[in-house]
């Protein structure tokens, strides 16, 4: 009988060891003993994102968790202790030494919880990966921040080592400006003018300190910024078109000879020139302009003949590179693989040179290797091609459209596109997303809980007008923004997963039916099979066009709005969040289903009532200053986007 009781005390023992092991308890109803230790060699950015860590923690379980630096000595208290050279770290072999660009782990070790990161924003990257996959916060709009509440919280062991798929991940959501959501979901470039003016979204993304730290590329067109005086003052410098240099008046639409010796050395003196002013910039761009132009001289002709005029183009960046490099070794040469200079190129890049590939003559129906146009094109071979060529390689890819409010596919060809970039080693990723939405003129927002609005440039490229207007995502813009968010850190996400978590927590009592919608948006069989791309039949869709829906998916939609919005009908904030999604499905049949009077009549009453709401301004869909014609608008529709 003795014995047995010790039998049985013994195995309590165990088990209550075995969970004491496994199990932590960062809270406890409130109430927490644990402080969060920030290694005092952290950066700016990194001691914002502890802080911010605590905020985010508080308003999960209402308990304050202390910041504190490690050069105070190790208390007896519990830890979160941040960074891999925290002194409060008793065990330095739990943690891989080694990690790379933006990598991170998290040990729980004892009653310690230990984050600690690798170089370029790996901690801060941990820091909001451990309130993403153990505390299950989403940041899915610069309104809809979701921390769930917990005022409890209980940890099994974790041993977690995590990289991103791209050392350099942005979007230009319309949601970029918001720093909570770009920091949250752990893209790392800001995205913002290199050069000139700083409009003032740009200066409130950043003046938050969490965003110090970022790498930021933005200048898109860089020959665009070459002073008047030098384009003017040096007649050899510009193209040579039809046998003339004359002059063009405006910067967009110039080329300049990129053979011409003393060209290539002023633009290395000038790149220099900019650095010495920010020499923590991590790129520096020397693109050329948005005309697709070539020059024409002899002996440009001559080197075309040689190397391409892709290859010309990597020989004037090398040139510069090598003039900047040695003064400035880590920075990269941002040069494009666009346009007329998108042919994979005769000659390898300087290791400084990046090439920005931007596949922009694609067919964004399918994945980058997938679908007839893409695959006849050899878009994946070319790509492998500027890879062999060049140390450095991002990636430009579109998602703009200049029907952004109706329906079309894109999360799924996006993901397999991601996957396949990250296959092949490119190493960062720009997404470009916005174009010509309507947008709110006045500020009276209160973002999205009732109206979702975010501010924006009137000059899109330069940005160095204000942000006099706030974007309105109808549709599905925001979801998309958070997808790609998501897939830029992991590019083999469960998507469907990552779209219902949106859905359930942004769409409450209707995420079911949003979900429905989304899916049913995604699957190709829900267009018209019109194509693009002249040579081909079937679904093609050009960047910045958006397919026909049929009638059927309209049909289809419109009842999981009707039962979306029944759902939502007591809650104003879900509810508004429907009626702002529905708006592309009404104004979709309104556009294309002429036999329906009742649908339209009900329709056209939701669309105008939402578009008041909104102050809806349209660039290419809907004329701005001009009377709403729906007609005028489905002959525009049909003349530019197909
Ligand atoms: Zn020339």
């Not at 040695?326 to 390898?348: C, L, Q, R």
């Not at 309105?472 to 923004?481: F, N, Q, S, V, W």
């Not at 969040?577 to 289903?593: H, K, P, T």
């Amino acid at each position: 009988m003795k014995n047995k009781a010790v039998f049985i005390s013994s195995i309590l023992v165990t088990i209550f060891c075995c969970q004491g092991l496994a199990d932590i308890t960062l809270c406890d109803n409130g109430r927490t003993s644990y402080k969060i230790v920030l290694s005092e060699n952290a950066d700016i950015s990194t001691a914002a994102a502890a802080v911010d860590f605590a905020a985010i923690l508080k308003e999960m379980t209402g308990a304050v968790f202390p910041v504190v630096y490690d050069f105070y000595p190790a208390a007896e208290a519990n830890e979160i202790i941040l960074g891999i050279d925290n002194k409060h770290i008793k065990d330095h072999n739990l943690i891989k030494a080694d990690m790379s660009f933006g990598e991170y782990q998290i040990i729980i070790s004892g009653n310690s919880i230990i984050i600690a990161g690798g170089p370029e924003r790996g901690l801060i990257n941990g820091i909001y990966g451990f309130c993403r996959d153990y505390l299950d916060c989403r940041w899915l709009t610069p309104g809809c921040q979701y921390i769930p509440s917990k005022p409890t919280v209980k940890l099994p062991e974790i041993r977690d080592c995590k990289k991103p798929a791209f050392r350099y991940r942005s979007a230009d959501s319309i949601m970029q400006w918001d720093a909570n959501w770009t920091v949250r979901n752990r893209l790392n470039e800001s995205k913002a003018a290199s050069c000139g003016e700083r409009p003032s979204a740009v200066m409130l993304l950043h003046n938050d300190t969490r965003t110090a730290t970022m790498a930021n590329s933005w200048n898109p067109h860089a020959f665009q910024s070459i002073p008047e005086a030098v384009y003017k003052g040096n007649e050899l410098w510009r193209a040579e078109i039809e046998g003339s240099r004359k002059y063009i008046g405006n910067p967009a639409q110039r080329a300049f000879c990129l053979s011409n010796k003393e060209f290539n050395k002023w633009v290395a003196q000038w790149t220099l020139r900019q650095l010495r002013q920010k020499p923590n910039m991590p790129f520096i761009s020397i693109t050329h302009t948005d005309i697709g132009i070539s020059c024409d001289c002899k002996d440009c002709l001559k080197a075309y003949k040689k190397i391409g005029i892709s290859g010309l183009n990597i020989q004037f960046a090398n040139n510069v590179a090598k003039t900047v490099a040695v003064e400035f070794p880590d920075v990269s040469i941002i040069t494009f693989a666009y346009n007329h200079t998108f042919a994979p190129p005769g000659i390898k890049a300087h290791p400084s040179v990046r090439a920005v590939w931007a596949p922009i003559g694609a067919d964004y129906a399918y994945a980058i290797n997938e679908g007839e146009v893409n695959i006849k094109d050899n878009y994946l071979g070319q790509l492998r091609q500027w890879c062999a060529n060049t140390k450095q390689l991002g990636i430009w890819y579109y998602q703009y459209s200049h029907f952004a409010m109706l329906p079309r596919p894109c999360l799924f060809a996006t993901q397999k596109s991601l996957q396949k970039f990250k296959e092949l080693g490119v190493d960062q990723v720009f997404i470009e997303m916005f174009f010509n939405p309507c947008w709110k003129k006045t500020f009276n927002t209160d973002t999205d809980k009732n109206i979702i609005a975010y501010p924006c440039f009137s000059d899109y490229y330069t940005r160095q007008t204000d942000a006099g207007s706030m974007f309105i995502p109808y549709g599905l813009e925001h979801l998309r923004g958070y997808i790609y968010s998501e897939l830029l850190w992991d590019t083999d996400i469960s998507v469907n997963k990552s779209i219902e978590d949106f859905c359930r927590i942004y769409y409450g009592p209707s995420h079911r039916e949003i979900f429905e919608y989304v899916m049913l948006t995604e699957d190709l069989a829900s267009y018209e099979e019109k194509s693009d791309f002249r040579k081909y039949d079937g679904l093609h869709i050009a960047v910045g066009s958006a397919p026909i829906p049929n009638k059927s998916y309209l049909l289809k939609c419109s009842e999981l709005f009707d039962a979306a919005m029944s759902k939502t009908k007591n809650d104003p904030v879900f509810r508004k969040r429907v009626e702002l999604a529905r708006i592309s499905i009404d104004f979709a049949i309104l556009l294309f289903v002429n036999d329906e009077p009742d649908l339209r009549k009900k329709a056209s009453e939701r669309f105008f009532r939402t578009l008041d709401e909104i102050e809806p301004a349209f660039n290419t869909v809907i004329p701005r200053n001009g009377d709403f014609n729906l007609e005028d608008i489905k002959n525009n529709f049909l003349k530019n986007g197909l």
